[in-house]
């Protein structure tokens, strides 16, 4: 399989890109080396993955930069830039976590360029109520196993995060692991290596942004197919009945719910999600 890798600069970000595969293009917003590590080698055989980074996951110029750089706004400029500089017309976007909410909103400013959006591992909002359901969610479905290991696990973040404040993100999700997976003692650590993280603007999107997100703006005129794709045991993002308020809000939506998934059903059920995803893009491409 042919990859292409490259850099591209953006407002002083050192953004990577890579390109593996033929068909159908899909560009995946998020840790260029993270999201390309976690799809399946089968999937990348059928569809062309776009993997970009946006400013969370590469090193901040030396300047100082105001929170208002790190705007949804410009994340969404961000991605449109790199979209003309590898000259991608018509496509699929994915998101996956909060990553979602970026694909969601450029496709909402950019139909032209959308095929469909794929949301994979993500709740409607990130705000106190749905943290909340997440809570009593784990409290309630997860076993006792899962909640030792876990409470052990979290631990051992004060420490790690002592010793590495910059990996801090990376920290907390390797540390966060029994509510991230399916297994819950998953040893995830080869995924995140060489991952670099950008705190400020992730404390920024995830604890601001994401946290007062309001999804269902301009859903009146969104009339682009959507794909939302969940782990039934998704302890991140929080039981699968915090869409039943929105879900009804989208004209055109397919919910796929993967019964032995947490966070990254592509990867813990990655034969069936490979199938539902190209079932679906092949039943949304014939018809554009």
């Keep these: 399989m042919t990859i292409q890798k490259g850099i591209i600069e953006i407002d002083g970000f050192n953004l990577r890109y890579q390109i593996e595969g033929a068909g159908i293009p899909i560009l ?6 993270f999201y390309s590590r976690i799809f399946s080698a089968q999937i990348k055989n059928q569809l062309q993955f ?36 590898l000259k991608l017309h018509r496509f699929f976007i994915l998101g996956h976590s909060g990553h979602a909410f970026m ?26 109520q749905s943290h909340q359901s997440t809570d009593i969610f784990f409290e309630e479905s997860a076993s006792d196993d899962r909640k030792q290991f876990y409470l052990r696990k979290m631990n051992e973040l004060p ?54 997100i309001d999804i269902t703006h301009q859903l009146d005129s969104y ?16 039981p699968t009945n915090l869409w039943d308020e929105v879900k009804n809000k989208f004209c055109d939506l397919k919910i796929k719910i993967f019964e032995k998934s947490g966070h990254y059903p592509m990867f813990e059920e990655n034969d069936l999600f490979d199938t539902e995803l190209l079932n679906w893009i092949e039943e949304k491409y014939r018809k554009s």
Excluded at 28 to 33: K, V
Aim: glycine share 6%.
């Design 50 to 85: 776009i993997f970009i980074d946006h400013c969370g996951f590469t090193k901040a110029p030396a300047r100082e930069i105001s929170n208002k750089e790190y705007s949804l706004e410009n994340l969404i400029r961000h991605i449109e830039i790199i979209r003309t500089k």
């Design 103 to 128: 694909a969601l909103e450029y496709a909402k400013k950019h139909p032209k360029n959308i095929l469909g959006n794929i949301l994979v591992g993500v709740s409607p909002d990130y705000s106190a």
């Design 223 to 238: 009339k682009i197919p959507t794909l939302l794709m969940i782990g039934k045991y998704d302890f991140v993002t929080g």
């Design 159 to 212: 420490e790690l995060i002592k010793l590495s404040p910059e990996k801090r993100f990376v920290h907390f999700c390797l540390c966060s692991g029994a509510r991230n997976w399916f297994r819950h003692d998953f040893d995830a650590v080869f995924l995140w290596k060489g991952v670099e993280t950008n705190m400020q603007m992730i404390d920024h999107v995830w604890g601001t942004i994401f946290k007062d």
């Design 28 to 33: 995946c917003i998020g840790s260029t080396l």
